[in-house]
């Protein structure tokens, strides 16, 4: 049966039988793919309330699948379509903020009132647009929206990042901005209602920020497997919400929280001394591997890292969830580059 595809503010009619990559390219539609066998992933679209069959979506980790994204060379409607790229699958709207807070010496919180219609996933990330400028960052988001009805931000300081500096030395409480998004599959899902796997989440710096979110997604939802977070950074002075994270997994006994200091000084009890990754690979080391996912987040060499160790321990690639948060000249940590949800 022929359909017809909506892309772009077009329609397109798709011969019987066939994808929806090889109908916008017949089309003339730059579509970005390789191989066309389902491997690559490069073909990755969105669909905006329409079902998908198991091929479409085969090889793809289940939050892409919850987004409804897919594979455009596997996919063969039987019913008409409205596609996007991801990144057109975004919506840009004005937001406010409504509170700020000093979190540590050199990150600060911000709390975003959404001023229109907005959903996302706690772990997700949102560009933020300066009013008035044409500076573009990404930050993620650290608690649940839904829920407490505004975004919640940690954003480091970086000396000459220019989003950077106005958000911890300028912004204030009823300044607008536009936000972008949400991006990113770092956020807790529960498969079949299965929710006894264990969970590994390690960051550094503001890498904080997605894995609260999905650690307080994952206890919303009654996560009943044991949750490790590890939270990595120079000194003591560079970690923030050690004491809610302390309390939290007082409250929950399934949740273990290790801060972890790289270089020894003054510091509180139950902090360990360290190189993160040796932390991280103690934590693992009696974890269920086939059952295991993880999430790691922060200074993309440590990200890169924890990823190569987790799968040489024996952890399924698909279960390694990573949101490196990349440092360009002149731009903060904490924004990310070209969005990849791979």
């Given amino acids: 049966m022929a359909t017809k595809l909506s892309y772009q503010n077009n329609i397109y009619a798709l011969q019987d039988g066939e994808t929806v ?8 539609q730059d579509v970005p793919n390789s191989c066309k066998a389902g491997a690559c992933q490069s073909c990755l679209m969105k669909a905006q309330g329409s079902s998908l069959d198991s091929k479409a979506q085969e ?3 289940e939050t892409l699948k919850a987004q409804n994204f897919f594979l455009a060379c596997q996919c063969v409607p039987d019913e008409d379509m409205d596609v ?12 406010e903020i409504i509170y700020k807070e000093q979190l540590c010496h050199n990150v600060v919180a911000l709390r975003l009132k959404l001023l229109g219609e907005f959903s996302c996933r706690a772990g997700q990330y949102i560009s933020i647009l ?8 990404s930050y993620s988001v650290s608690n649940l929206f839904e829920q407490d009805g505004f975004l919640e931000l940690h954003i480091r300081r970086i000396e000459s990042g220019a989003m950077s500096v106005w958000a911890c030395d300028e912004a204030k409480a009823g300044d607008k901005i536009h936000i972008r998004g949400p991006a990113g599959d770092c956020f807790y899902l529960a498969l079949n209602e299965d929710q006894s796997f264990p969970l590994l989440l390690a960051g550094t710096g503001t890498g904080l920020a997605p894995l609260e979110g999905v650690v307080l997604d994952a206890l919303k939802q009654g996560h009943k497997g044991d949750i490790h977070i590890l939270h990595g950074a120079l000194k003591e002075d560079d970690l923030y919400h050690v004491d809610m994270l302390q309390a939290l997994s007082e409250e929950h006994g399934n949740l273990i929280y290790t801060p972890c200091i790289l270089n ?11 190189p993160l990754d040796q932390f991280v690979m103690q934590a693992l080391e009696p974890l269920d591997k086939t ?3 993880t999430y790691f987040c922060g200074a993309p060499d ?3 890292l924890l990823k190569k160790k987790a ?3 024996g952890v399924s690639s698909k279960n390694i969830f990573s949101d490196p948060f990349l440092i360009r000249e002149r731009k903060e940590a904490g924004s990310k580059a070209e969005t990849a949800l791979s």
């Fill in 130 to 137: 300066r009013n008035g400028t044409s500076v573009v960052r």
């Fill in 264 to 274: 020894r000084g003054n510091h509180k009890s139950g902090f360990h001394i360290g």
């Fill in 302 to 304: 440590m990200v890169n």
């Fill in 84 to 95: 996007s790229l991801p990144s057109l699958a975004e919506t840009t709207i004005e937001a």
């Fill in 59 to 61: 090889g793809l980790k």
């Fill in 311 to 313: 799968f040489l321990a």
């Fill in 21 to 28: 990559l090889d109908g916008l390219l017949r089309h003339g």
């Fill in 291 to 293: 059952e295991l996912r």
